[in-house]
């Protein structure tokens, strides 16, 4: 049976991924004056993900071992999160307005909070059950 995620893993993986936020902003805003901005958030967007691999790896999930499947899965979980970050901030950018017509002032803002909602809950999901699954889990498939 799969283990269930407890609430001490979601309070740690909250406190992980605003780390990470905030590694990246931290970066980005640190790198401007020196780079171009789309090689300073490129930097920023990498040592944001480092936190998070580190935080949610030997914090959030408690996996200490040294693992290469665990950095492949993680680099391909976030980049498909990624894609499905854009793809819910494009498609609530065009449909919401029609929707919800009061919505038009803070349409941007609104598809960012559904894209990074999308994206939160998928990276823990992905994380949880694939990338940092419990070995006794693998071995039961």
């Known amino acids: 049976m799969p283990e269930k995620a407890n609430p001490g893993e979601i309070k740690r993986f909250l406190v992980a991924g605003g780390s990470a936020v ?35 790896k030997f914090w959030t999930f408690k996996k200490p071992k040294r693992s290469h499947v665990e950095i492949v899965k993680f680099i391909c979980l976030y980049l498909s999160t990624l894609g499905a970050n854009v793809a819910v901030n494009r498609v609530t950018l065009d449909v919401a307005p029609t929707l919800i017509p ?40």
Do not use: H, R
């Open 22 to 56: 905030a590694c990246d902003t931290a970066v980005y805003f640190l790198l401007l004056p020196f780079l171009p901005p789309s090689i300073s958030k490129a930097i920023s967007f990498i040592a944001g993900t480092i936190v998070a691999f580190l935080l949610n």
């Open 102 to 141: 009061m919505l038009k002032p803070y349409e941007a803002q609104f598809a960012f909070l559904a894209a990074t909602g999308t994206s939160t809950v998928l990276n823990f999901l992905g994380q949880k059950f694939w990338v940092f699954k419990s070995k006794e889990e693998a071995q039961t498939e």
